[in-house]
């Protein structure tokens, strides 16, 4: 009996046996977004084409910046917003700043710090009032938002054909898709698809490098275009975001936004954008015979840091000569906040990078300045706000500026000629209305002016000394 208690005891003292659960089962993404993929030369492609269409559309938009809180009044996209929107000058320093942040992009210079930050800035001009009532910033602010994402940066010891996957570039495709679909659902209307609305909004002799109304009237009808519009619409929605059916989508959507900058509907540069964003269905193949080709003509060498104060003067010197407001100011906190999150965050190698980017940024503001009439409108529609408002003081800093830019714009003289003489400057008045006939002899509204003057004060025979 002892012995079988001592047994018993034993075996109550045993460890039980170890039961080996089965490893568990990796969890498998869905490979429609989690294996997407493309080469390294296409997403390279992408980047700089299509950042470098969002840093010229925010230089271009500086011309809007008076509109916003004018006469401290604002409505906001979200009333959050209300107290915290955009003004003139907070406009034009986040367009400013986006276009730099955009250039940095397109050079993959910190894209993981300055993608997400032109985002947020993109979002609040935005929805930070309603005066910008164009939605396709809504779908830039959530492209935007999922490049982010993306990992823009070049992988280590890349190669033209080397693959790189991002579920963050479907979804951008994705939403482009539902863009094309709610665009087509909307056109779903009596007014659109009798031809009313297009034919509306395309003229007969429009200034546009083709007549395309007359086109479409000399062949299918305003009509037919307007279904087919729809059509188009609906084929995109539904191949845009299909890579292997790129040779049917690259085309229709390419011809499409081409069309629309051709009649003259074009939105800032968002037809352009559109077309941007094609380059991620084009086939690889093709990237990747250009980057191999331009590989051939040497690789990118390390820019010395010695080169960083010559950098960050050139980009000074380029702000000073640009025309924008505030832009030597806005330049200065660009170049020392850059050079310092280099040195932080890559030492002396990132600090040569950074001052070229710089020197980029800044050039392209000052490319924008005089190639286009964006700083002129800029002078001319504050001057016009601030009038309207009874701000003449404002009005009139504005004129000035406006004249000094754009000498030879007659407008900018006669409306300071008006505001001087309304203030009871005459000399400096007639001056002005005298320039503007000068440059204009063949615009009838400065002498119109002089005379008008001349009658209120019963001199109309008297010429002004």
Request: aromatic residues 10%; positive net charge; glycine residues 8%.
């Amino acid at each position: 009996m002892g012995k079988q208690k001592q047994k018993k005891a034993a075996r109550r003292d045993e460890a039980p046996p170890q039961v080996t659960a089965p490893p568990p089962r990796p969890v498998e993404k869905p490979a429609f977004w989690f294996g997407f993929e493309v080469s390294w030369s296409k997403l390279l492609a992408a980047r700089v084409v299509i950042f470098t269409l969002l840093a010229l559309d925010a230089l271009l938009a500086i011309r809007h910046a008076p509109r916003y809180g004018a006469g401290g009044f604002n409505v906001a996209q979200l009333p959050f917003l209300d107290r915290l929107g955009p003004t003139r000058i907070s406009y034009l320093v986040g367009e400013l700043l986006n276009a730099t942040l955009f250039t940095f992009a397109a050079l993959g210079v910190a894209t993981r710090f300055v993608v997400p930050a032109a985002a947020a800035i993109y979002a609040w001009l935005y929805l930070g009032s309603q005066l910008d009532s164009y939605q396709h910033h809504y779908l830039v602010a959530l492209i935007l938002l999922l490049a982010s994402f993306v990992p823009w940066q070049r992988p280590v010891d890349a190669k033209p054909a080397t693959p790189v996957r991002s579920w963050a570039l479907r979804l951008i495709l994705v939403q482009l898709g539902i863009l094309y679909f709610w665009a087509a659902i909307s056109k779903l209307d009596p007014a659109w698809l009798d031809g009313r609305t297009l034919g509306g909004q395309i003229k007969v002799g429009a200034d546009t490098l083709i007549d395309v109304r007359s086109l479409i009237d000399s062949t299918i009808g305003i009509r037919a275009m307007s279904n087919l519009v729809v059509l188009v619409e609906l084929a995109l929605a539904f191949i845009v975001w299909m890579p292997r059916a790129w040779f049917v989508a690259a085309p229709l959507g390419i011809l499409f936004h081409l069309g629309i900058v051709l009649s003259g509907l074009e939105i800032g540069l968002f037809a352009w954008l559109m077309i941007g964003f094609y380059t991620l269905l084009l086939p690889d193949r093709a990237w990747i015979f250009l980057g191999e080709e331009l590989a051939r003509f040497g690789k990118a060498r390390r820019i010395p840091p010695l080169a960083a104060p010559f950098c960050a003067l050139a980009a000074l010197g380029l702000a000073a000569v640009t025309r924008t407001d505030h832009a030597l100011a806005v330049a200065c906190v660009v170049v020392a906040v850059t050079f310092a999150a280099a040195m932080w965050r890559g030492g002396m190698e990132a600090v040569g990078r950074a001052g070229v980017a710089c020197v980029v940024a800044v050039g392209l503001w000052l490319v924008v300045d005089r190639t286009s009439a964006v700083t002129t409108d800029y002078y001319k529609f504050w001057g016009g706000s601030a009038r309207r408002l009874g701000d003449l003081d404002g009005a009139e800093r504005a004129y000035r500026r406006m004249v000094d830019v754009a000498p030879d714009d007659v407008l900018g003289h006669l409306q300071l000629g008006r505001l001087l003489l309304g203030r009871g400057d005459e000399l400096d008045g007639m001056a002005e209305l005298h320039e503007a006939q000068r440059v204009a002899p063949k615009d009838r509204r400065a002498f119109d002016e002089e005379t008008r003057y001349l009658q209120a004060h019963g001199r109309a025979s008297q010429p002004v000394k």
